[in-house]
């Protein structure tokens, strides 16, 4: 047990220790701790749809009677956890980004790590961007194949490995996020389908951050550049801008047949509750219009936020880089003494001596209060 203890006393010397937060509930735009309401600057929640008291009610009321209304599958999808309202959704889903099929998996970890580790083997090739979430990075390692990883948004970098190695091997993955979780920048899509038909290599995007919010479809930068089609594979999650629980790959129905095959976070986990998917159901077919408009009620905030602090962003996230653990840690609990729940993100999430305070905007957050809190972050600063 001295090893565990040892360990944790590093982490707190080098104010790295990692706790679970005692929030005690959350309703609207704001979370309570300890009594206290502080405004919430630090969920991905992006459109605010799971607070929404009168939504929930609304789609409880109108299902609750339904069969399907459960909160188990109770088995994984190839057995008995399936039913029409999955099928239902992926096929909702997949005509959301153009694509032949989808499938759908637990969290958007496993659907990562599921999909990278599958679709090669011994005798294929992988290139990453080197920011890329970690369930890639995992589901890179888990697989048996040989991966490079290119400087972040370095296409010129990416090309350079390209020519190198890319002839050594059969098969070729490029992949990227295109909102990438940290710092907000967003891939240039474009270069990288330029790449992927010079190379001959597979394109795969994780929408993750960016579905829900950009796009004439709200399916991400790929749909709001009209690009879907030349995207090979597009992961993203329902956990985040559709306020649900569940990740998905859509692709055309080839890699989705052998991803039911292959993909064992697929094939060896219960299936997500009907209820979650219910509500996805819910929110695509019955209340997108309304999905749509908390969209553009953000991106106008965006637009606003990133104009005053005039630092070029476009995206919902708006990282504060701070440097050194300790003061970030700090200044994070000044904020949230402040009223704005705020968290430190420190290594390894981020590279040594970029920690930093990573805020989320949300559909419901007002330009005054973005305004308030980043005048109060300088000052702490």
Not at 25 to 39: I, Q
Not at 282 to 296: A, G, P, T, Y
Request: net charge neutral; aromatic share 10%.
């Amino acid at each position: 047990m001295s090893f565990y203890s040892d360990e944790i006393d590093k982490l707190i010397e080098k104010d790295n220790f990692r706790q679970v937060y005692d929030i005690e509930e959350k309703h609207g735009k704001y979370l309570s701790v300890k009594g206290k309401d502080m405004l919430n600057f630090t969920c991905n929640d992006y459109l605010n749809l799971s607070t929404d008291r009168n939504l929930i009610n609304e789609f409880v009321e109108k299902y609750k009677n339904n069969n399907e209304f459960l909160f188990s599958s109770t088995a994984s999808r190839l057995q008995t956890g399936t039913s029409s309202v999955y099928k239902k959704l992926e096929k909702n889903l997949a005509k959301l980004f153009q694509k032949e099929a989808c499938l759908l998996f637990n969290t958007g970890y496993q659907c990562n790590l599921g999909v990278v580790s599958s679709l090669v083997n011994r005798d294929d090739v992988i290139f990453s961007d080197k920011l890329n979430h970690a369930s890639i990075i995992d589901g890179m390692r888990l697989s048996t194949t040989q991966f490079y990883r290119y400087k972040h948004l370095d296409y010129e970098n990416l090309e350079e490995l390209l020519k190198k190695h890319r002839n050594n091997y059969k098969k070729a993955i490029i992949i990227s996020e295109s909102v990438f979780s940290m710092d907000g920048d967003i891939a240039d899509i474009k270069k990288l389908i330029e790449l992927k038909k010079k190379y001959d290599c597979y394109l795969m995007i994780d929408e993750a951050h960016a579905f829900g919010v950009f796009g004439k479809n709200l399916a991400g930068i790929a749909d709001e550049e009209d690009i879907l089609s030349e995207v090979d594979i597009i992961t993203a999650t329902l956990g985040k801008s559709f306020a649900s629980v569940g990740a998905f790959c859509v692709a055309n129905k080839t890699i989705i047949d052998f991803l039911i095959n292959k993909a064992n976070s697929f094939i060896f986990s219960t299936a997500l509750p009907p209820v979650n998917v219910m509500w996805v159901n819910f929110l695509i077919e019955e209340k997108f219009d309304l999905v749509k408009s908390k969209s553009l009620k953000l991106k106008k905030l965006i637009n606003e936020a990133h104009n005053y602090i005039n630092d070029g962003g476009t995206t919902q996230i708006v990282p504060v880089i701070i440097g050194e653990n300790n003061k970030t840690v700090k200044i994070s609990e000044e904020l949230r003494s402040k009223g704005y729940y705020v968290l430190p993100i420190r290594p390894p999430t981020v590279p040594v001596n970029t920690s930093r305070i990573r805020l989320s905007l949300t559909s419901d957050i007002t330009f005054e209060e973005f305004k308030i809190l980043i005048d109060t972050v300088k000052e702490a600063v």
